[in-house]
């Protein structure tokens, strides 16, 4: 018999959703199975996935969703659908990593170190241990691969990552380390293969915009800065985060009795941002549907829009100037009205927008009048975990 092609599976895991990919080991990374379960903890929790033909299968429900039960059951899934004997490595998206600037082999020292991370990212890191630990458990004979979400931003300058406070709590490792690090790895990448020459020797600004947004300044293919900080709550205005605050407001509110730390941090986490402002909605399709008649999805929507103006603006000067701006995630790749209107009156920097070209999702939206390339990628985090996993085991 012919042995199996060797497999990498790649494990993205968040707060309340977990997605999975299937990638053959020796390229070209082309998916052979993909898909996600959401809605962990709520009513109708679903395993949808498909195959390398994109072909989607009828979703599966899942049983007594707790995070451990969703776990149990999808190891148990893929063990039935692609057995684990061709799995060469398993790579897995971890949201934080200190200091960490390239991927990691999972190591019980690097489970001990991301436990004591925990404070850093509550709602994320501990169901990322949960996978690693699962899957270790299960297949102890599998190299497992950590990629890092703050590692692309380790070569940010001192004067981007210090937090304007008392020193000691620098040497504690409080400090700006960024996220969306896969991501902006990937579409860096994709501007090498696309042949931009801002990738590799120009100052490119990168919008991630979707649930949880950021945008970033990247110089010769390095970061120098970007939105998120301490925890991904900073930034931008998000979905249901509420990015920068004034901090006073912690003070303010717990002082005057309407709000313990843990209520402050599920507000800013959960119910601000585009669902606080507008309260209706945190998916920008109803805002857009609802805002010529409800003012507060309108208002929501401009204040999306005009932070993340802001951000290219204070993130143009950081550079010295822009020679590309990529839009990616789900908003920036699909919502072409907010795009547009983001990048109205940037037209003093050179970014001017083709009407038509941004309509109809175009690669390049930008007019052929203005100095700065406007580009839409698609990002792809899990192809980056793939690829970062890959390497890793190839080296060893």
């Known amino acids: ?236 205005v998000m979905s249901t985060r509420s990015g920068d605050l004034d901090p006073g407001l912690v003070s303010y509110l717990t002082r005057t009795g309407q709000m313990t730390p843990a209520q402050f941090d599920r507000m800013v986490n959960h119910q601000s941002g585009l669902l606080g402002v507008s309260g209706t909605s945190s998916d920008v399709r109803d805002l857009l549907a609802a805002e010529a008649t409800d003012v507060r999805a309108a208002e929501a929507l401009a204040l999306f829009c005009y932070q993340a103006k802001k951000w290219i603006g204070a993130y143009a000067a950081a550079l010295g100037g822009l020679d590309t701006l990529v839009f990616a995630g789900g908003i920036g790749e699909n919502a072409p009205v907010l795009r547009e209107r983001i990048c109205a009156d940037l037209e003093f920097l050179g970014v001017k927008i083709d009407r038509k070209r941004n309509a109809r999702n175009a690669a390049v939206i930008s007019s052929p009048t203005g100095r700065v390339r406007v580009r839409v990628i698609p990002t792809d985090e899990e192809l980056m975990i793939a690829r970062s996993a890959g390497r890793l085991i190839a080296r060893h």
């Open 1 to 236: 018999m012919k042995p199996a092609a060797p497999l990498v599976l790649t494990i993205n895991g968040g707060s309340s959703s977990i997605k999975f990919a299937v990638y053959p080991l020796r390229g070209p990374f082309s998916k052979t199975l993909h898909g996600k379960i959401d809605r962990i903890g709520l009513p109708g929790t679903n395993l949808a996935f498909a195959d390398s033909t994109q072909k989607s299968a009828p979703p599966l429900p899942v049983p007594a969703a707790t995070h451990a039960s969703v776990v149990k059951f999808l190891l148990g899934w893929l063990e039935s659908q692609i057995g684990f004997s061709s799995v060469r490595v398993i790579g897995h998206r971890v949201v934080h990593g200190l200091n960490h600037s390239a991927p990691a082999r999972v190591t019980p020292k690097l489970l001990a170190e991301l436990r004591r991370l925990t404070p850093c990212d509550p709602d994320h890191l501990p169901h990322e241990l949960a996978l690693l630990e699962a899957f270790r458990r299960r297949h102890p004979e599998i190299p497992q691969v950590a990629c890092f979400d703050t590692a692309f931003h380790q070569t940010m300058p001192s004067v981007a990552k210090l937090l304007p406070l008392p020193r000691r709590f620098d040497r504690r490792g409080i400090r700006r380390y960024g996220f969306h690090g896969l991501s902006y790895a990937f579409l860096v990448e994709e501007l090498v293969r696309l042949g931009d020459p801002a990738a590799t020797s120009g100052r490119v600004i990168l919008a991630h915009l979707g649930n949880g947004a950021s945008i970033a300044a990247v110089r010769h293919g390095r970061s120098r800065d970007t939105s998120m900080g301490f925890t991904p709550a900073a930034g931008l």
